[in-house]
Nanobody, 115 residues
Framework: QVQLVESGGGLVQPGGSLRLSCAAS????????MGWYRQAPGKQRELVAS???????TYADSVKGRFTISRENTKNTVYLQMNSLSPEDTAVYYC?????????WGQGTQVTVSS
């Protein structure tokens, strides 16, 4: 059983920054990928960024240069540093762990960018 606990969402003004954290616990071993997805109202859930446990990263085009994903393998924790936020980044952000062909999800954290 794997559990993901997210933190760090909230309300921020355009141009501001937020840092999301996701701590994973449970039976986690071998190769796995951790990442962040987001879902805005009326839209499909989309990949924001992901990182493998050997450090390879992937970013959505819309966040390249503004968001940075990182992880601490010893803590099974992944972070998403979000800079230069815009209203278009408003969404519920979900932490994801892909392990042994299974996907695990966090409960989601709301990020609202508004003046």
């Amino acid at each position: 059983q794997v559990q993901l606990v997210e933190s760090g969402g909230g309300l921020v003004q355009p141009g501001g920054s937020l840092r999301l954290s996701c701590a994973a616990s449970g039976s986690i071993f071998g190769f796995y990928v951790m990442g962040w997805y987001r879902q805005a109202p009326g839209k499909q859930r989309e990949l924001v960024a992901s990182i493998t446990n050997d450090g390879r990263t992937t970013y959505a085009d819309s966040v390249k240069g503004r968001f940075t994903i990182s992880r601490e393998n010893t803590k099974n924790t992944v972070y998403l540093q979000m800079n230069s936020l815009s209203p278009e980044d408003t969404a519920v952000y979900y932490c994801n762990l892909h392990l042994s062909d299974r996907d695990y999800w966090g409960q989601g954290t709301q990020v609202t960018v508004s003046s």
